[in-house]
């Protein structure tokens, strides 16, 4: 069974539409992440949420929002996209802090 | 600033050989993390090996070790034997207790050459 998974893998969508990312964990973690990695590979934060809390990067637009239904599900709502949201999104769960974050496959976005 | 630093865009190493990818990083925090991950060209992040900072020994997972030198604040992976299959790109990562999330470094591209 898939620990953490997300669909679609990938998404091919025109500039200003809306769209989402799902993301599902069946590991029982607390928290989830969303992770933007751009072209030159780098991995950056742009989220994290536990039942309590939700923090998010301040320099992630707010065209960006993440969602949970439940613990086990944390998906990403991306309204009016722009060119440059194209990147792979990574959403990922932890349970503690020192123990390793699980991944989802990654869903590469493109706007065009 | 930045955490996590990773000064090796790139390296090649020969099949059977070991490797040492560099990575330092910079915190206040006295309790944090250290995390190594592989992404291969198919694009999944991979866990290889986990560091804490008040652990006395260098972490081991089969033919991945971490040399942790925590006066210098570095937290180097060692591949030994390397296989053709290592070839990809390895990040190093750090947890600090007072944040929850990762912090990635660049990374670094590893190709190994039959």
């Known amino acids: 069974d898939t620990a953490v998974s997300q669909t679609p893998k990938y998404l091919v969508t025109q500039m200003g539409n809306d769209k989402s990312i799902k993301c599902e964990q069946n590991?029982?973690?607390?928290?989830m992440y969303w992770y933007k990695q751009d072209s030159k590979k780098f991995l950056k934060i742009m989220f994290s949420?536990?039942?309590?809390?939700?923090?998010i990067n301040e320099t992630v637009p707010n065209r960006f929002s993440p969602k949970s239904p439940d613990k086990a599900h944390l998906n990403l709502h991306i309204n009016s996209l722009e060119l440059g949201d194209s990147a792979v999104y990574f959403c990922?769960?932890?349970?503690?802090?020192?123990?390793?974050?699980?991944f989802g496959q990654g869903t590469r976005l493109t706007v065009v | 600033a930045q955490k996590i630093t990773q000064t090796q865009p790139g390296m090649f190493v020969q099949e059977k050989e070991a490797v040492t990818l560099d990575c330092t990083y910079d915190?206040?925090?006295?309790?944090?993390?250290l995390f190594w991950y592989k992404q291969p060209s198919s694009g999944e992040m991979i866990f290889l090996i986990y560091?804490?900072?008040?652990?006395?020994q260098n972490a081991t997972e089969g033919r991945y070790s971490l040399n942790f030198q925590k006066a210098r604040k570095s937290a180097n992976l060692v591949i030994s034997a390397s296989q053709l299959g290592d070839s990809a790109m390895y990040f190093c990562a750090m947890r600090e207790h007072s944040l929850g999330e990762l912090s990635f470094g660049a990374g670094t591209t590893v190709t190994v050459r039959a």
């Open positions: 590991l029982g973690h607390d928290t």
């Open positions: 560091q804490g900072s008040y652990d006395q």
């Open positions: 915190t206040s925090d006295p309790s944090y993390g």
């Open positions: 949420y536990n039942n309590k809390e939700l923090i």
């Open positions: 990922a769960s932890s349970q503690e802090e020192n123990t390793e974050a699980f």
